[in-house]
Nanobody, 127 residues
Framework: EVQLVESGGGLVQPGGSLTLSCTAS????????LAWFRQAPGKEREGVAA?????????NYADSVKGRFTISRDNAKNTLYLQMNSLKPEDTALYYC???????????????????WGQGTRVTVSS
C-alpha cells in the first residue's frame, strides 16, 4: 500500500517562506506522477503544482502560484517538495501531496487524476 506523509506546514507571516515535504513509502517512486493540492475552508480542493515522472520532471503550476512556488522531487529519497516563497494570506490552506502510477496524466491539475493522497499539512499565512 502506498503511503504519503506530508510535513513542513506551519504559521508564517505574509511575505515569508516555507518548504513542504512529502515522503512516500513506495517502490519505483521515480515512475509516479506527483502533485500538490490545497484546500481552504469552504473551498474546493485545487491543484497547486505538479511534476511528472519523465526524466526532465516537467512541471505545471496554478496561475496563482507561478513565480512564487517551486515543485521538485528527489527520487533517491522518495520525497516530493514544494518551496513556497512570498506567501500571501490567500495561500492559507491544508496542503496535500498526491501520486499516481500511470505513465501519463491527462490533466495534472485535477484531483480525480490521482490515486494516492497524504493526510495534509496545514499552512497558515497571517501577521
Amino acid at each position: 500500500e502506498v503511503q504519503l506523509v506530508e510535513s513542513g506546514g506551519g504559521l508564517v507571516q505574509p511575505g515569508g517562506s516555507l518548504t513542504l515535504s512529502c515522503t512516500a513509502s513506495v517502490y519505483f517512486f521515480g515512475t509516479y506522477n506527483l502533485a500538490w493540492f490545497r484546500q481552504a475552508p469552504g473551498k474546493e480542493r485545487e491543484g497547486v503544482a505538479a511534476i511528472d515522472s519523465a526524466g526532465a520532471g516537467r512541471t505545471n503550476y496554478a496561475d496563482s502560484v507561478k513565480g512564487r512556488f517551486t515543485i521538485s522531487r528527489d527520487n533517491a529519497k522518495n520525497t516530493l517538495y514544494l518551496q513556497m516563497n512570498s506567501l500571501k494570506p490567500e495561500d492559507t490552506a491544508l496542503y496535500y501531496c498526491a501520486a499516481d502510477p500511470r505513465r501519463r496524466i491527462a490533466n495534472p491539475t485535477l484531483p480525480s487524476e490521482y490515486t494516492y493522497w497524504g493526510q495534509g499539512t496545514r499552512v497558515t499565512v497571517s501577521s
